[in-house]
């Protein structure tokens, strides 16, 4: 697995959309300066870009976006990152602007055809204030009016099938969708307007995730009230399908699903059990689940129509891609496209093992585990290998056992990792999500110094030789490991967080309150921002620390890394910067990306005394000793 592969082999798959006679998904192309293509497949012609050359299909609404396109018929709808206009596309025509260049930004679009118009959730930029959320109807000659206004944010519009009925999500602050929303449903009049307006499900302490409405217009939701996302329709009282699982997601991005219908009867859905994801079809009536037996471990915007099914998914020992499930068909499974056609052989693909250990307070944590694997590759006898504690972003969100090409170029090269599931992550139930809760850089941080002990008592890993890495909140866990306990010897911070307080004022509206659970609200608990920072704690750091950037983040700006590095430049650590221009949360191109894990590869040769394979230019490492 090399960086080459990595970046010129692979595109990111991002969401999809469906019509009866085609498949549409968004393709990340690194090698194309990160540009994000919308893509149509049918069965007669293929996959085809459809968005314009010179168009990145994307939004920032909420700042991490998501899916910023939908179809209907014969036509498509997309969002152009660069001008922030919607273009609508027949076919394979030309794409022609409908919206105005006036600065508001969309996503969630959901086609309305009998009204010749788009539902959607529009943010519009205030100088001197928050982004202003809300709901919108865009009429197809691109005339905008407001649905619904007054909530902090927005989500997940749903017409019911007659088109009597608009249901969504909306939340307010300092909630996350994931600490408590409220699921909304309007009556349409005639022109589409809403009317009546009520309360389905939801509340300040309870997250309600994808409403849907069924074929026979009966309301669906999604609700962690139970102790679990389980799924429920509406009725008084409403129908609740009781399970010890998770059916719903943590609401980053736009577009996020995990069931659909099939027909009144029976949906397709998937859940997780213990932070690993099934695919079922679910009996409606009874509350029956029937495995699907299928080699993907995550289905991702999980969509039906007729007796189809569409969804991104990954496996655990090949790249991700989209698939089309036919039920009742002679071909029962097709992939549309994988992300990446690089041949690795089965012998060098490292599976991952699901582990759980002790961790504090008599509980337990979870990982998957991957060990160093390479036909060509022989250790020495009795050599245990590095290891690389990963620590995933949000906080609130997961890591998961599908195959990444990122994690396969470390197992490649000898290195084992784990990839942590510490307290606050999501697959396991709302009360092990809840054990962030005012404890960010505690609980986290524990589980992940936790996870490579119990690996170093296993046998499995080098206890000298023990590197923590993570990006944005990720990061955040990588220094305040490094700051507050004496466990690992590197870290590799990628946009990451340094400093709490600096973070709880300069960031972005989605999460400007984020902060109120994990820490406290801000200001009143300055103290504890203070305490928990790392950058006011370098009294505790005793190694290198790579620092990797992008120029234009403005979830995490560049000050939070430079602060860092300039701290560690003083005390006289082995410290590593580098800053990616035209990069923001996140690293899109192929040149940031290749770039970024042949600094680090080298800066672990330097620091561990190896020649890394292949022709890297050793970065440059400050305070470094020989």
Known sequence: MTEESITRGTVGLGFVAMTPDAVYWTELRPWDKGRSVLVRHTAQSGAKDISAPDHTVRSRVHEYGGRAFAAAGDTAWYLNDTDKRIYRVVQDGTPEPITQDDGTDYADFLPDPARSRLIAVAERSRPGQEAENLLVAIDFDGHVTPLAEGADFYAAPRLSPDGQKLAWIEWYHPNMPWDGTLCREAQLDANGTPTTLRTVAGGTDTSVFQPEYAPDGRLYYVSDESGFWNLYRDGDPPAHYKAQAEFGLPHWQFGMRTYAFLDTHTAVV?????????????????????????????????????????????????????????????????????????????????????????????????????????????????????????????????????????????????????????????????????????????????????????????????????????????????????????????????????????????????????????????????????????????????????????????????????????????????VAYLLFQGEGHGFRGAESVRDALQAELSFYGQIFDFTPAGDISPISITNLRS
């Open 270 to 574: 998937t859940f997780a059990v213990a932070g690993e994801w099934r695919l079922a079809l679910f009996d409606l009536d009874t509350g029956k689940a029937t495995p699907i037996d299928l080699p993907w471990c995550r289905f991702d915007g999980l969509l039906a129509q007729g007796n189809r099914a569409v969804f991104c998914g990954a496996r655990p020992d090949g790249p991700a891609a989209i698939v089309q499930l036919t039920f009742g068909g002679a071909q029962p499974e097709t992939i549309l496209r994988a992300a990446s056609s690089t041949d690795i052989p089965d012998g060098s693909i490292s599976r991952p093992q699901a582990i759980t250990f002790p961790t504090e307070n008599d509980q337990v944590a979870h990982a998957f585990f991957y060990a160093p694997a390479n036909t060509e590759y022989c250790p020495m006898d009795g050599e245990r290998p590095p290891l690389i504690v990963m620590g995933h972003g949000g906080p609130t969100g997961q890591a998961d056992p599908g195959y990444s090409a990122k994690v396969q170029f470390w197992t490649t090269r000898g290195f084992a990792v784990a990839d942590v599931n510490y307290g606050g992550s999501t697959g396991y139930g709302r009360a092990y999500r809840r054990r962030l809760l005012g404890q960010w850089g505690i609980v986290d941080v524990d589980d992940c110094c936790n996870a490579a002990k119990y690996l170093v008592a296993e046998g499995l890993v080098d206890p000298d030789r023990l590197i923590i890495v993570g990006g944005s909140a990720g990061g955040y866990t990588t220094l305040s490991a490094l700051a507050f306990r004496s466990v690992f010897k590197a870290g590799r911070s990628s946009y990451g967080i340094g400093d709490l307080e600096t973070l709880a004022r300069d960031t972005h509206k989605f999460e400007s309150r984020y902060l109120d659970s994990l820490i406290g609200p801000w200001p009143q608990e300055k103290a504890v921002y203070h305490a928990r920072s790392p950058l006011h704690h370098t009294d505790g750091l005793d190694c290198p620390i790579l620092f990797l950037q992008g120029a234009e983040d403005k979830v995490v700006p560049p000050n939070q890394a430079e602060a860092m590095v300039e701290v560690l430049k003083e005390k006289g650590l082995p």
